[in-house]
């Protein structure tokens, strides 16, 4: 079975500009949580995504958002990008909402803004 | 607010000792635990997960959990030097009611170092 699938790899935008992320979960995962992870503040989590509905959300600027596709593929968008936007922004989908519901993490796009 | 803590390191290992990573997570209600490897510059890999108290044994790995005491623990056997890596323990919080709404905390992991 496939992994969770990230695109692109590698960004490069600058101040100002908006950026665009996708996510493919693996086969059969409805749930799909997006993350932002720098060296200083480790993983924090964004938003969580079920069945086209954000679940769950992260204490973010609403300038992060994002929404999932009927196929459970998902996509995050950041406006009006800022210097401390620059991070490994990573996906990862699990089979649905319970406890012992395992999450697998996408390779993650490494944004970086000038 | 829930939180998981664990120590940043990092911790230094010679070569076929045991490495012990710890957690400590601040809810007494958490459900599932699980234990994520990270290479630099790549992503997190789930590498054990556990839902009871006690021992939870795979290949060199073994996951503890003591739910009383808050605590949760990887110990790798015979070490290698790939296993250098950071380590993260993730613990299940209830998001929403009803048993199907689970969101996963993450501590900010461990630095382990296995030394040849």
């Known amino acids: 079975k496939a992994g969770v699938t990230q695109t692109p790899r590698y960004l490069i935008k600058t101040r100002g500009q908006q950026v665009t992320l996708s996510c493919s979960p693996i086969s059969g995962h409805r749930s799909v949580s997006w993350y932002q992870q720098t060296p200083g503040q480790g993983l924090q989590f964004l938003f969580e995504?079920?069945?086209?509905?954000?679940?769950n959300k992260g204490n973010f600027p609403g300038r992060f958002s994002g929404r999932q596709f009927s196929n459970s593929r998902s996509e995050m968008n950041v406006s009006t990008l800022e210097l401390g936007d620059s991070a490994l922004y990573l996906c990862?989908?699990?089979?649905?909402?319970?406890?012992?519901?395992?999450?697998?993490f996408g390779p993650g796009t490494r944004l970086t803004v000038l | 607010q829930k939180e998981v803590e664990q120590n940043s390191g990092p911790l230094s290992v010679p070569e076929g000792a045991i490495a012990s990573l710890n957690c400590t997570y601040s809810d007494r209600v958490s459900q599932s635990f699980f234990w994520y490897r990270q290479y630099s510059g790549k992503s997190p890999e789930l590498i054990m997960s556990i839902y009871s108290n006690g021992d939870k044994e795979d290949g060199r790995f073994t996951a503890q959990l003591n739910k009383a005491s808050q605590y949760v623990s990887l110990l790798i056997r015979d070490s290698q030097p790939s296993d250098s890596a950071t380590y993260l323990c993730?613990?299940?919080?209830?998001?929403?009611?009803?048993?199907?709404?689970?969101?996963?905390?993450f501590g900010k992991g461990t630095l382990l170092t296995v030394n040849p």
């Open positions: 995504y079920f069945s086209e509905t954000q679940r």
């Open positions: 993730a613990v299940n919080w209830e998001a929403g009611s009803g048993g199907s709404n689970y969101k996963l905390t």
């Open positions: 990862a989908s699990k089979t649905g909402g319970a406890s012992f519901h395992e999450q697998f």
